[in-house]
């Protein structure tokens, strides 16, 4: 079955650039999407089919996908982007959802 | 305004049976894809099962042949059932709708949670 691999953590400095990969057997051929889920809350999307903003979303977030790798990058990062982040495709396939592990992200 | 309100969750002992409910509006549920992602304590988003708006379900392999997945479009609400619970079901259940587009699928609400314990 298909997974997707998420680095468990990623630690930033506030104003830099953060870089949250989403691993996958040539993950650029789906469709890939990224949720932010603060602690006692539920997930919201940040980006979805790999590098669209929903309304409300700084353009400080964005995506893409290349070969094995989709990537959410945000820049000038503040303390309220600390959260926890997961890619999530749909296996069209099998017809499931699929998440990968989530990365804590922390803001230094 | 769209909104999902998920109840049903508690306490239940290894074996037992729970149904959990979300109450959708602000969207129609007949026209949606449905999920079900529960979040176990500390632990990441897993997928539990999905309904379409014709109404073919799946499920992941954990759930499959326990956990049922229904509606009632008259009122616009989803359902879990779940039986034979293990302690490894113990987890914070969301109710999410999903946009599709050109074949890819994401979840563009959510409800809050219902906590599911699994214990004795």
């Known amino acids: 079955s298909y997974v997707l691999t998420q680095p468990p953590s990623v630690s930033v400095a506030p104003g830099k650039t953060a870089t949250l990969t989403c691993g996958g057997d040539?993950?650029?051929?789906?469709?890939v999407h990224w949720y932010q889920q603060r602690p006692g809350q539920a997930p919201v999307v940040v980006m979805y089919?790999?590098?669209e903003r929903p309304s409300g979303i700084p353009e400080r977030f964005s995506g893409s996908n290349s070969g094995n790798t989709a990537t959410l990058t945000i820049s000038r990062v503040e303390d309220g982007d600390e959260a926890d982040y997961y890619c999530?495709?749909?296996?069209?396939?099998?017809?499931?959802?699929?998440f990968g592990g989530g990365t804590k992200l922390s803001v230094l | 305004e769209v909104q999902l309100v998920e109840s049903g969750g508690g306490l239940v002992q290894p074996g037992g049976s729970l149904r959990l409910s979300c109450e959708v509006s602000?969207?129609?549920?007949?026209?949606?894809?449905m999920s079900w992602v529960r979040q176990r304590p500390g632990q990441g988003l897993q997928w539990v099962a999905t309904?379409?708006?014709?109404?073919?379900?799946y499920y992941a392999e954990s759930v499959q042949g326990r956990f049922t997945f229904s509606r009632r479009d008259s009122l616009n609400t989803v359902y879990l059932q779940m039986t034979t619970l293990r302690p490894e079901d113990t987890a914070n259940y969301f109710c999410?709708?999903?946009?599709?587009?050109?074949?890819?699928?994401?979840?563009?609400?959510w409800g809050q949670g219902t906590l599911v314990t699994v214990s004795s």
């Open positions: 999410a709708s999903h946009y599709c587009n050109s074949g890819s699928c994401y979840v563009d609400y």
């Open positions: 602000g969207v129609t549920i007949s026209s949606n894809y």
């Open positions: 309904i379409y708006g014709g109404g073919t379900t």
């Open positions: 040539n993950i650029e051929t789906r469709s």
């Open positions: 089919s790999d590098s």
């Open positions: 999530q495709l749909w296996d069209i396939g099998s017809d499931h959802v699929l």
